[in-house]
């Protein structure tokens, strides 16, 4: 009886172990999809200034990539 319940010790503390790590890694992915998030929020602010100031920004019409091409085309 005292090797089963040394058996059953033994495989809880590789439990308890085992979901320490889960928590453990699961609090760091949580912070990268936090921080990712940041970094979401942030270019979207960029691009959301960037389209302000752009000359056509009010015109709503795509844009034609030959009024763009270097002069010397």
Do not use: C, F, W
Request: net charge negative; aromatic share 4%.
């Amino acid at each position: 009886m005292d090797e089963t319940q040394d058996r059953v010790a033994h495989r809880l503390r590789e439990l308890e172990i085992k979901a320490s790590y889960t928590e453990d890694l699961l609090d760091q992915l949580n912070l990268l999809v936090y921080q990712q998030q940041q970094q979401i929020d942030s270019l979207l602010r960029q691009i959301r200034q960037l389209r302000e100031q752009s000359p056509d920004a009010g015109a709503g019409t795509p844009r034609n990539l030959r009024d763009e091409l270097p002069p010397h085309y």
